[in-house]
């Protein structure tokens, strides 16, 4: 299929495009779309391969989403940033999380001091990023366990990492977001997988731009208790993401009752982004419009 015909699909299947374009600057958008209780954000690398980054934009606007997340944002010079912003901001589109340390892997993570001052350089770097794409939150991670250091101590020097970047944060209308991940399946040696921790660091922190991102696919893998926990932790989460068990593709093809943990979320009263953080099961623009289907059945209260 020619991209041009490709496209067509895509909008014959979302229908007309009716946002307001005065209704988002960056993430500031806090009212859904219309069709979704809440704010559901696709990846904006769905369909890398076969649309344009103004072209995916376009899908997903139509089919009423107003929110992306894209976690390889700093992969793109400042410059390009600024023409995603402008289509995102012509299409009544906001702004989710993006990596805040990309490196945080192996040279500019948390639970290593002397990695510190690369992770702060990163997130001054991520700032300036922010200002441009006008979102509220980004990610950061934590980066592997020490071998064989005391667990405590590698939770201080997280801690100590995470108030030194809170003071970079004091400014601007950013937060980041630091994000437990499991060791089952798909990241072995990473320090912070369970919500109590999570919780007990962002207690430690004290701080308003130091939240916790809570993605549903690792703690389903790595604790359960989604419901119990996302009420037990509230007012230390920052940002969802979404992935089914197993698989981490959409909604619909793992475990979960994704109805039951997004209606919970709503009740709780977030009005915040959840972001697509999966694959899809079906490739394609067939497999983008059967995800788009899934969110609107769990949405469905």
């Given at each position: 299929m ?14 007309a495009?009716?946002l ?10 806090a009212?859904?779309?219309g069709?979704y209780?809440?704010?559901?954000a ?12 103004p072209?995916?934009?376009?899908t997903?606007?139509a ?15 400042l410059?390009?940033v600024?023409?995603?912003r ?13 990596v ?6 192996r ?5 290593d001091?002397?990695?510190r ?13 922010h200002?441009?794409?006008?979102n509220r ?18 939770r201080?020097?997280v ?7 809170a ?7 950013l937060?980041?977001?630091i994000?437990p ?17 999570a ?20 703690q ?27 698989g ?9 009752n994704w109805?039951?943990?997004f ?7 977030y ?5 697509m953080e999966?694959g899809?099961?079906v490739?394609?623009?067939e ?5 788009f289907?899934e ?6 209260w």
């Amino acid at each position: 299929m020619k991209r041009r015909e490709f496209i067509k699909t895509a909008m014959a299947a979302g229908g007309a495009l009716t946002l307001s374009t005065s209704e988002s600057k960056g993430e500031q958008a806090a009212k859904p779309a219309g069709k979704y209780h809440l704010r559901y954000a696709p990846r904006l690398d769905f369909l890398r391969d076969q649309l344009t980054i103004p072209q995916r934009l376009e899908t997903f606007a139509a089919h009423g989403f107003d929110a992306i997340e894209y976690n390889g944002l700093m992969s793109h010079p400042l410059k390009e940033v600024e023409e995603i912003r402008k289509k995102m901001d012509s299409l009544g589109i906001g702004m989710g999380i993006f990596v805040a340390n990309p490196a945080g892997w192996r040279t500019a993570g948390l639970v290593d001091p002397k990695q510190r001052d690369a992770f702060l350089e990163q997130l001054k770097q991520a700032i300036e990023y922010h200002k441009v794409i006008g979102n509220r939150q980004a990610t950061v991670i934590t980066g592997n366990e020490i071998p064989r250091a005391p667990r405590g101590v590698q939770r201080r020097n997280v801690i100590e990492g995470l108030k030194r970047a809170a003071e970079l944060l004091e400014k601007t209308e950013l937060t980041i977001v630091i994000e437990p991940l499991n060791i089952l399946v798909d990241h072995p040696g990473y320090f912070l997988v369970h919500s109590d921790e999570a919780a007990e660091i962002m207690a430690a922190v004290n701080s308003p731009h130091v939240k916790i991102l809570f993605d549903i696919y690792h703690q389903q893998i790595s604790e359960g208790n989604l419901i119990n926990n996302i009420r037990a932790y509230w007012d230390y989460i920052g940002y969802f993401q979404v992935g089914d068990v197993p698989g981490r593709k959409e909604p619909g093809t793992g475990e979960i009752n994704w109805r039951n943990v997004f209606k919970a979320i709503y009740d709780n009263g977030y009005r915040g982004i959840l972001g697509m953080e999966h694959g899809l099961s079906v490739p394609g623009m067939e497999g983008l419009l059967k995800c788009f289907e899934e969110y609107k059945k769990a949405d469905t209260w």
